[in-house]
């Protein structure tokens, strides 16, 4: 994204510059404290020159496309929280069918049985929520920017939880 035009959004238009193209260069790898596996970097655009064939779209409509990208952004931290919720949900309940207390396991024990049946009830409403939000931006809904914002608040934290 960059500034083609005047203040505020509709003066942002989107670009894809292919890396080793002169003046252009990255920052630092970001620490960051989770998902390490999407590394974070400044992109740096130093006395670059690029084609006008470079733009997505036209000119002005980056902010669009970022808003757009961002939506979708929204859908994968969730799933990726998705897949961490269900990784614990199933190590859980392994651990309780093998853990002994008091001479059986933690399966049998009622408070467990229903802190696994949470888990995994909240497990199933976060995923119904980040399909229908990704179905909703596949379609372009109306509804679409909401049901986004909403998979990313409610599975981030039912699935940190």
Do not use: Y
């Not at 009622?110 to 949470?118: D, G, N, V, W």
């Amino acid at each position: 994204m960059c500034r083609t035009g005047s203040k505020g959004p509709k003066g942002i238009s989107c670009l894809v510059v292919e890396k080793g193209t002169p003046g252009l260069s990255f920052g630092k790898k970001e620490k960051k404290v989770g998902w390490n596996s999407q590394p974070t970097r400044a992109v740096i655009f130093e006395d670059c020159a690029v084609p006008v064939t470079c733009r997505l779209g036209n000119e002005g409509q980056g902010f669009n496309i970022a808003m757009k990208g961002l939506n979708g952004g929204r859908i994968n931290i969730a799933s990726c929280s998705l897949g961490a919720a269900h990784a614990s949900v199933l190590l859980a309940r392994d651990h309780l069918l093998v853990r002994k207390q008091f001479g059986e396991t933690l399966a049998n024990n009622q408070f467990l049985q229903f802190k696994l049946a949470e888990m995994a009830t909240k497990l199933v409403a976060s995923r119904l929520l980040v399909r229908e939000a990704a179905t909703a931006l596949q379609e372009n809904r109306a509804d679409a920017v909401s049901l986004c914002s909403m998979a990313k608040l409610f599975v981030t934290d039912e699935c940190f939880n």
